[in-house]
């Protein structure tokens, strides 16, 4: 079954602290994996994707198949980082995609 | 540009009563997913529908059923509802996968969501 967790319900960091939102997941095939992002009264967006292998807004979330992780990270955050946090995965077939429960980030000046 | 339009945006029922939610996805994604989203809680994937026929399927109630029309608005139906239906909908659509392949079509574009209340 697939399954997406998000250990930390709350993360509360300094401004220009590192900052790390833990994912896991399971799943029995090759999954696709995503962060996606929601700011105060803002829709439901998309940040980053594994494949894209790509650094957005100095996020970046590597694939760790071993550990079955994609935690997300960023060196210094900012307080416009503050947001939920939602890591997500689509199953092979894309025609479904689950998200974990969120996290909510608080970046504090 | 256009965005995932959803309405209504705020839906108030009396339970055993019946709603509608409507969803209009970005022109030429031809794949729609339906999330639901209670207090304090992650989406729920309901059901998607690629090309008008359902793809797949989620933890849909027996008594919620969905369909995806010839222009590829979606409409989700709930009957019979319950205190336990009140929630935020979501829906969201995904490129087609003929223009940005399999791998771009797996991207999607989030509506601003419906909040239904039940009372």
């Known amino acids: 079954a697939q399954r997406v967790t998000q250990p930390e319900k709350l993360l509360s960091v300094f401004k220009g602290a590192p900052v790390e939102l833990k994912c896991n997941y399971s799943?029995?095939?090759?999954?696709?994996l995503f962060w996606y992002v929601q700011y105060s009264r803002q829709r439901l967006q998309l940040l980053l994707r594994h494949i894209s292998r790509e650094s957005i807004k100095g996020f970046t979330a590597d694939l760790n198949k071993g550990e079955t992780s994609f935690h997300l990270k960023k060196p210094f955050a900012q307080e416009e980082d503050s947001a939920m946090y939602y890591c997500a995965l689509q199953n092979t077939g894309g025609f479904k995609t689950i998200f974990g429960a969120g996290t909510r980030l608080f970046v504090k000046a | 540009a256009a965005g995932v339009i959803q309405s209504p945006r705020h839906l108030i029922k009396e339970k055993r009563e019946t709603a509608t939610l409507k969803c209009y996805p970005i022109?030429?994604?031809?794949?729609v997913y339906w999330y639901q989203q209670g207090p304090g809680q992650d989406p729920q994937f309901l059901i998607s529908?690629?090309?008008?026929?359902?793809?797949d399927k989620g933890s849909i109630p027996d008594r919620f059923s969905a369909q995806q029309f010839s222009d590829y608005h979606s409409e989700l139906n709930m009957s019979s509802l319950e205190l336990g239906d009140s929630a935020l909908y979501f829906c969201a659509s995904s490129p087609s996968r003929g223009l940005a392949g399999a791998s771009g079509a797996n991207v999607l574009t989030f509506g601003a969501g419906s909040r239904l209340t039940v009372l």
């Open positions: 529908f690629y090309e008008k026929m359902q793809s």
């Open positions: 022109p030429r994604h031809d794949t």
């Open positions: 799943y029995s095939g090759s999954p696709e």
